[in-house]
């Protein structure tokens, strides 16, 4: 298996930002400069309590990874902090601004920007396409100004040169006039990831990104998303493969029945008996 | 039986106004079923307010040209008016709204309250003359051959074929542009879209109601070329003739509607016009002449099976865009 955590890539740093340096071990504490600060978000279905958390603060700059057993409410917060999901209750906010209740469209404009846990790459637009469609505040998608091609074309030719600029970062570049839908699993991730950059997020939010990829690739991803944080952009993933989570993450927050059971470093999660009993299960006291 | 006449008629109609028409309708209808995926199953209620509008402002009074406007806005506001509500609803829910939406316009148009205004089962008729008086174009007849057309055909043909470059221009820009490039992606997956910062239901909105503009300028021309509204010119095949000529052509596709369209009314004309001889000629004996539009519907089913078949991208297609689905 290659799904050893490796050390990063040669141009990346390797040590990770020190945003949570003393920050204690324990559900909802607070961070010296958090970027999502989540309160009282609840969410039910059919009675059925999602999520229930108190109190999330997820740290700027970072690695933050959401781990829980199935049904924990990985999914379900991740739905509901990128307004794919209505909530029943709470407040959150992001770079100290209130997001509860903006739309997804409008919360991708602000700098939050996910991918899904079944990729969503567009398989019958090209690799290109699929990446200029990730760029914010194009003036060609307005319909009347996307009659005079004069008003766009310069932009559209700058968003191109990103575009390509990013496809060569991610190995892509070769497949730029290929469909989408002809693209592996793994590449597949990778243009998700690229395109999602294309929108110049402050915050990416990852669902699975190495669920359905090939073992060679894992490596390959996991490069590319500590250089995000290289970057400068705050990273949050959930992720089933506890290598990779420890590997990688700088602060894990772990979710069992929607509601916070620990948070901490990797270190500290590794032991930590909430955890552990949440995986394998309660033990006869 | 004479092949030479079927031929002919099929001629005239492939480039005359029915085809010229319909095209429009198959522009409206593949800005919203071809490139936003919009299942529009009431198109023929866009076509119908079109004609009704321009018909009713000149009955009472308007020129034609404050018609064609009033027409062209009245779709526009039918669109909002499905569009608000259904576009939020998953896809199904659209087609159940227009295919519904379009009978009960027809209804209300035809029933009795409204005939005062509507003229209801009778319509309105002659209410195109000062299209016809404007006609640049010398008394006489054109063509070549047997294909032949007076000065009056000439001119609204001429108009509505205008009419359907105009359209075709103005779905290559917006093919061509960002925003056909998002219309692309909400077709194949909204979340895409809207995790990407599209506002999904705006342009879903923006295609429902540009497309219905464009098929209520089909009535109009449809309306002008018959000089008359009425009811029953709006029956519901007219949408699915329209998804036949969008799917012929190839869905998504620029030119797929004027092709799609030649192709559609050339070979139903020519099929019309064959049993219509072979009947006169006394080959076939179990039908009669009035069965003649039946036939026609039946003959739209099997040419959209055929098509299903042999070519399901359509003309102008990709196929293998069609295997890209995992």
């Avoid at chain 1, 390509?164 to 592996?184: I, K, V």
């Avoid at chain 2, 506001?77 to 709204?97: E, H, K, M, N, W």
């Avoid at chain 2, 020519?270 to 072979?278: N, S």
């Avoid at chain 2, 003649?292 to 739209?300: D, N, T, Y």
């Amino acid at each position: 298996m290659a799904t050893e955590p490796g050390a990063p890539g040669p141009s990346l740093s390797a040590a990770a930002p020190s945003g949570v340096d003393g920050v204690e071990a324990r559900p909802g504490v607070p961070k010296p400069d958090p970027v999502l600060v989540v309160d009282g978000l609840r969410k039910t279905f059919d009675g059925i309590t999602a999520v229930d958390v108190d109190h999330l603060e997820i740290p700027r700059g970072l690695i933050t990874a959401l781990i829980g057993p199935n049904g924990a409410g990985k999914t379900t917060l991740f739905n509901l902090l990128t307004g794919f999901e209505q909530l029943d209750a709470g407040t959150w906010s992001f770079d100290g601004r209130r997001l509860d209740g903006h739309a997804a469209h409008q919360i991708a404009r602000l700098g939050m920007v996910r991918t899904f846990q079944l990729t969503k790459a567009l398989r019958k637009m090209s690799v290109m396409d699929n990446m200029k469609l990730g760029a914010i505040g194009q003036r060609g998608e307005n319909f009347f100004a996307a009659l005079l091609p004069f008003l766009w074309s310069a932009q559209e030719q700058v968003i191109a040169d990103r575009a390509l600029a990013l496809l060569e970062r991610f190995n892509l570049h070769h497949m730029q006039d290929q469909y989408g839908g002809s693209l592996s699993g793994g590449q597949r991730k990778l243009l998700e990831m690229a395109r999602a950059l294309m929108a110049e997020p402050a915050l990416v939010m990852l669902d699975e990104p190495m669920a359905g990829v090939n073992p060679a690739l894992v490596e390959s991803l996991l490069d590319h998303v500590r250089g995000l944080r290289a970057q400068g952009m705050s990273v949050v993933f959930v992720e089933h493969n506890m290598d990779v989570v420890m590997g990688i993450s700088d602060w894990i927050v772990c979710l069992a029945g929607g509601r916070v059971i620990a948070e901490g470093t990797p270190e500290s999660i590794a032991d930590n008996e909430a955890v552990i009993d949440a995986y394998l299960g309660t033990r006869e006291s | 039986m004479d092949l030479g006449q079927a031929l002919t008629d099929a001629i005239r109609s492939a480039v005359g106004l029915p085809a010229a028409a319909f095209a429009i309708a198959a522009i409206g209808l593949n800005v919203q079923f071809g490139y936003a995926g919009l299942l529009n199953f009431g198109h023929v209620g866009f076509l119908m307010v079109g004609g009704y509008g321009a018909a009713i402002t000149v009955d009472r009074g308007g020129p034609l040209w404050l018609g064609v406007v009033v027409g062209i806005l009245a779709a526009v506001l039918l669109g909002l008016l499905l569009g608000l509500p259904a576009l939020r609803l998953r896809a199904d829910y659209l087609a159940i709204v227009t295919i519904s939406a379009a009978e009960i316009i027809r209804l209300v148009i035809r029933s009795r309250p409204l005939h005062s205004l509507t003229k209801s089962v009778f319509g309105i008729r002659g209410f195109a003359d000062s299209f016809y008086d404007v006609n640049p174009i010398p008394r006489g007849r054109y063509g070549v051959g047997d294909v032949v057309f007076s000065e009056r055909t000439l001119w609204v043909m001429t108009v509505a074929w205008l009419l359907v470059g105009v359209g075709t221009l103005l779905v290559l820009l917006l093919a061509r542009s960002p925003w056909g490039r998002v219309l692309r992606a909400i077709r194949e997956d909204e979340d895409a879209a809207r995790s990407l910062g599209k506002n999904a239901f705006s342009y879903k909105l923006q295609s429902f109601v540009i497309g219905g503009a464009l098929g209520a300028l089909a009535g109009i021309m449809f309306s002008i070329d018959r000089q008359a509204v009425r009811p029953e010119f709006f029956f519901t095949g007219v949408t699915f003739y329209t998804f036949t000529i969008v799917i012929l052509g190839g869905p998504g596709r620029v030119f797929s509607p004027v092709v799609g369209s030649m192709i559609f009314w050339f070979i139903i004309s020519f099929t019309d016009g064959l049993i219509r001889e072979a009947l006169q000629a006394g080959h076939i004996d179990f039908i009669e002449t009035t069965d003649l539009a039946a036939i026609r519907f039946a003959l739209v089913g099997v040419l959209l099976m055929v098509l299903i078949l042999v070519r399901p991208q359509g003309i102008f297609g990709k196929r293998e865009e069609l295997f890209l689905g995992d």
